[in-house]
């Protein structure tokens, strides 16, 4: 095994250097609700935004897997909801030449870091045309997620 120049290693089994390529990106489904419209549309005070972040897998063969990143969101103001939104929205994603242990790691922090930035467009032009301010979601810690929901696993509780 070779490395040049400080770049990417290949496997000791391969001697190639893993690979994850993105075979197709898609809304898997996507719901949006103003239910106090038009009163919502001017709120009085600052809302209040709760959002939930999680991601599945399900592989599909030996080297692809569907990875789903589900973004819910909330926004209130003096009990009142202003909005809501469901979004799924997932890939697939074939990885190759990469270490059985690195396998669920890379499903779980890398491919929803990659499916990241779309979603949050999506929520952000949604909420936008929902009528209300883009919704402008901050960076994901992917790393944090995956070892809160391995250590909810290891613990015997369902992974949310």
């Known amino acids: 095994m070779t ?4 770049g990417p290693q290949g496997t000791p089994q391969t001697g190639e250097a893993p690979q994850i390529n993105v075979l197709a990106q898609y809304i898997k489904d996507l719901s949006f609700e103003n239910p106090n419209a ?19 897998s399900k592989a599909l063969s030996d080297t692809d897997f569907e990875i789903e990143l589900t973004v ?3 926004a ?9 939104f469901e979004l799924i929205y ?3 994603f074939r990885l190759t030449h990469v270490p059985k242990d690195a396998v669920q790691p890379v499903m779980m922090i890398e491919c929803p ?19 209300f301010p883009p919704l ?19 613990q015997g509780a369902p992974a949310n």
Do not use: C, H
Request: hydrophobic letters at 35%; proline letters at 7%; aromatic letters at 6%.
């Open 90 to 92: 997932a890939g697939i």
């Open 3 to 6: 490395t040049t120049n400080g």
């Open 38 to 56: 038009p009163r919502s549309l001017q709120p009085s005070q600052q809302p209040s935004i709760n959002l939930q972040i999680n991601v599945n």
């Open 136 to 154: 402008m979601i901050d960076p994901v810690d992917f790393v944090s997620l995956y070892r809160q929901k391995m250590a909810q696993t290891q």
């Open 113 to 131: 870091r990659l499916l990241f930035p779309y979603a949050r467009e999506i929520v952000s032009s949604v909420v936008r045309n929902g009528g």
């Open 76 to 84: 209130d103001a003096a009990g009142t909801v202003l909005f809501s």
């Open 72 to 74: 819910e969101g909330k």
